[in-house]
T-cell receptor, first 116, second 113 residues
Framework: KNQVEQSPQSLIILEGKNCTLQ??????????LRWYKQDTGRGPVSLTI?????NTKSNGRYTATLDADTKQSSLHITASQLSDSASYIC???????????????FGKGNQVVVIP | NAGVTQTPKFQVLKTGQSMTLQCAQD?????MSWYRQDPGMGLRLIHY???????DQGEVPNGYNVSRSTTEDFPLRLLSAAPSQTSVYFC????????????FGPGTRLTVT
């Protein structure tokens, strides 16, 4: 069972409109949550990283929220632009264990298409 | 800084052939990883390294080998390519510590026929 679930799987929005992407996770114990933007044919690029004590973080027109109690995060895109067309990936890190990358749980991504 | 670089960008192999995907980073990062990305699935960890000379298996290691002789380079070897290894491969690097940023390379699109 995937430990990180993202919704909606895909959405189409008009340029200039806002949208919100959801990420629910079951990863425990929690260390941090990251949102990445992945343009078609390119590697993911980080938008935000949030730890347990942070409940909101912004990066330009992108604002991420985190509710560690309900294990939910959202990514809000304000005044969307054509360049926002991409896949947005939620990644949750667990603090279990001493070392290793095998504690990162990846969501499947939200595919966003912005149309003029 | 070039960041994380990967070569080649595209590759077509026949079943049974072997090849090496190259990855290099110039940020002096301790941690490096290889992922594969398939349609409808999240990124899956193949192998990772926490420093030169230290590697370990990830979620889907079968059919792949890695080595880390220098901090900068982390090649991924396909021993005997199979159609199931058709995928997009990403290399990533970061500093040690869980809140440090992870940087991804541009990816290698591999097709095995």
């Amino acid at each position: 069972k995937n430990q990180v679930e993202q919704s909606p799987q895909s959405l189409i929005i008009l340029e200039g409109k806002n949208c919100t992407l959801q990420c629910n996770y079951t990863v425990s114990p929690f260390s941090n949550l990251r949102w990445y933007k992945q343009d078609t044919g390119r590697g993911p690029v980080s938008l935000t990283i949030m730890t347990f004590s942070e409940n909101t973080k912004s990066n330009g027109r992108y604002t991420a929220t985190l509710d560690a109690d309900t294990k939910q995060s959202s990514l809000h895109i304000t005044a969307s632009q054509l360049s926002d067309s991409a896949s947005y990936i939620c990644v949750v890190s667990s603090s279990r264990g001493a070392y290793g990358n095998n504690r990162l749980a990846f969501g499947k991504g939200n595919q966003v298409v912005v149309i003029p | 800084n070039a960041g994380v670089t990967q070569t080649p960008k595209f590759q077509v192999l026949k079943t049974g052939q072997s090849m090496t995907l190259q990855c290099a980073q110039d940020m002096n990062h301790e941690y490096m990883s290889w992922y594969r990305q398939d349609p409808g699935m999240g990124l899956r960890l193949i192998h990772y390294s926490v420093g030169a000379g230290i590697t370990d298996q990830g979620e889907v290691p079968n059919g792949y080998n890695v080595s880390r002789s220098t901090t900068e380079d982390f090649p991924l070897r396909l021993l005997s390519a199979a159609p199931s290894q058709t995928s997009v491969y990403f290399c990533a690097s970061r500093r040690g510590g869980w809140t440090y940023e992870q940087y991804f390379g541009p990816g290698t699109r591999l097709t095995v026929t």
